[in-house]
């Protein structure tokens, strides 16, 4: 009786195999456009590569290409921040607490003592049971595991021991895990306070932190805002931080998606008469994804929150100006000013307009979030326009044939440089009147004359090496040198360091004093 021959080795995929093959790890026959294998379980049949976008290696928790190690890494709880008890010394923090306020009768007074029993006792109030729509999500982009507890010491410096503190969990409903806490606890302690120039004002603070404790999609981008900035603050622990970020970022645009679907239905019901009531949240929401996004690549995709922004505040605000209220002008003051500035690295398309957006409003006054008055914005906006439009025909003011052209150009230069030299910037008049006041004037000052630089090298082709490019750098640098860093200095910096910088005795150019202020 001849022997049974065995079944030949299948070769389990190959590089030019079809996606479902390399799948499925079985030996495609290459057909084109379809193999045998697709044919005959109805597959889609794709060939070539397969882009794998960084978030979702990041949330898979695998390789992106061949950067770090090959392979899964464990799922390991993420270390924790750990702030310093001098840092809170002087400073109101929305309760004042001990460690004793955070530990339940019954619940034990040390970590040797907090079983895992006692720790779900003790964190029972406040979080609930997770509801079917977080263990979806959970399922699909990984759960962030439990933060191990504070140590007692670190550098030398005793900081709070608090494995689970439920009591401050319970402040804040959207947190179901110590991570959350303490991500949202890096957020206001180490982002807020940087966030505004003025010691009495900061919207973030006033509006976004209290709306993020009823809405799940801003408290979300908070923590993937905060988790990529802590990703830099601690470096040993940057990777997990990064993992963390991601995977808050993609709950947030989930919710976000959901809630402006939501939103939609309610605005029919209502005929369009007002707003619907998570609207304030939405925006704030926009607001905070796109920062994450500028702070992660600084990449052209945070314009598409931009436009969804614009359509948004169209429908809650109309054109026309109404009565001003602080979250408005917030809203309205960081669209334009991110739109505007925006442009003085790429110029396209202009989203938000600020003759219509900022009708009514006072010119002159400084606002403490960007550290400079409308007026200079509107100026900044009107260069980037006569700009866009000499792009577009591909020459500078100098260059143009046709002399009513050029003298219409002209006359748009000439009405900016005269606008810019004439702006009187100053302080609100409830102002206290401290030390950041004076700064805040000097840093719009700064702004005033970077956004003539910015009106000479880019519409008059003036270089570096020019004596009136070179005479305002130098008035740019004395103000700077005089300043704290802070983020409402990076436009400053960003003008000079690669339209004003000084040069050298070679002539080359030199970048070092804004290389240096930067970093």
């Not at 310093?84 to 607490?97: D, E, P, W």
């Not at 981008?221 to 900035?229: C, F, N, P, S, T």
């Not at 439009?389 to 143009?400: D, F, G, P, Y």
């Not at 000052?445 to 090496?465: F, H, N, Q, V």
């Amino acid at each position: 009786m001849p022997r049974r021959s065995h079944p030949e080795t299948v070769e389990k995929r190959g590089r030019n195999a079809c996606w479902k093959c390399k799948e499925r790890r079985i030996r495609c026959t290459l057909e084109r456009p379809i193999c045998s294998n697709c044919a005959r379980g109805k597959h889609v049949c794709k060939y070539g590569r397969k882009l794998l976008w960084r978030e979702e290696a990041l949330a898979r928790g695998i390789c992106f290409g061949r950067q770090g190690i090959s392979g899964r890494t464990p799922e390991v709880p993420i270390i924790v921040h750990h702030m310093s008890a001098r840092a809170f010394q002087g400073k109101v923090y929305f309760l004042n607490i001990t460690l004793d306020d955070y530990i339940e009768p019954g619940c034990g007074t040390g970590p040797a003592e907090l079983g895992q029993n006692e720790q779900a006792k003790c964190t029972g109030e406040g979080l609930g049971e997770p509801t079917s729509d977080s263990e979806d999500r959970d399922e699909e982009i990984g759960a962030v595991e439990e933060d191990p507890p504070f140590d007692t010491t670190t550098n030398g410096d005793p900081v709070f021991h608090s494995p689970y503190p439920s009591q401050g969990l319970s402040m804040i409903p959207s947190a179901q895990n110590s991570t959350d806490f303490h991500l949202f606890d890096f957020f206001v302690s180490c982002l807020c306070p940087n966030l505004s120039n003025s010691t009495t004002e900061n919207p973030y603070w006033e509006f976004v932190v209290p709306l993020s404790f009823s809405s799940v999609p801003l408290f979300h981008a908070l923590l993937a805002w905060a988790g990529h900035e802590a990703s830099f603050a601690n470096q040993a622990e940057k990777y997990r931080y990064n993992v963390a970020s991601v995977k808050y970022k993609l709950r947030a645009l989930r919710g976000l998606r959901n809630e402006i679907t939501a939103m939609q239905g309610e605005w029919l019901d209502r005929q369009g008469n007002s707003p619907p009531d998570n609207w304030a949240s939405i925006l704030a929401t926009i607001i905070i994804l796109s920062c994450t996004d500028i702070a992660e690549m600084c990449s052209p995709e945070w314009m598409d929150h931009l436009r969804a922004a614009r359509v948004l505040c169209n429908l809650a605000w109309p054109r026309r100006p109404g009565l001003p209220d602080k979250f408005r002008k917030f809203c309205v003051m960081w669209f334009v000013s991110h739109d505007i500035m925006s442009r003085t690295a790429w110029i396209r398309e202009n989203i938000f307009e600020p003759s219509e957006w900022f009708a009514g409003d006072e010119d002159t006054e400084i606002d403490p979030m960007i550290a400079c008055s409308r007026g200079l914005l509107q100026q900044v906006s009107a260069i980037g326009t006569l700009i866009l439009n000499l792009r577009a025909r591909r020459v500078t003011l100098s260059e143009i044939e046709e002399e009513e052209e050029a003298a219409s150009f002209r006359r748009r230069r000439d009405a900016i440089e005269e606008a810019l030299q004439a702006l009187h910037q100053r302080s609100s008049t409830d102002s206290d009147g401290s030390e950041s006041t004076g700064e805040l004037l000097q840093v719009a000052e700064s702004k005033r004359l970077c956004a003539l630089i910015y009106l000479y090298a880019c519409a008059d082709g003036a270089t570096p090496a020019s004596p009136v490019i070179q005479g305002l750098t130098r008035r740019v640098i004395g103000i700077m040198g005089n300043l704290t860093p802070k983020p409402s200095v990076i436009f400053p910096l960003f003008v000079v360091g690669t339209m004003g910088d000084e040069v050298d005795s070679n002539g080359s150019k030199s970048t070092g004093y804004s290389h240096e202020c930067m970093a």
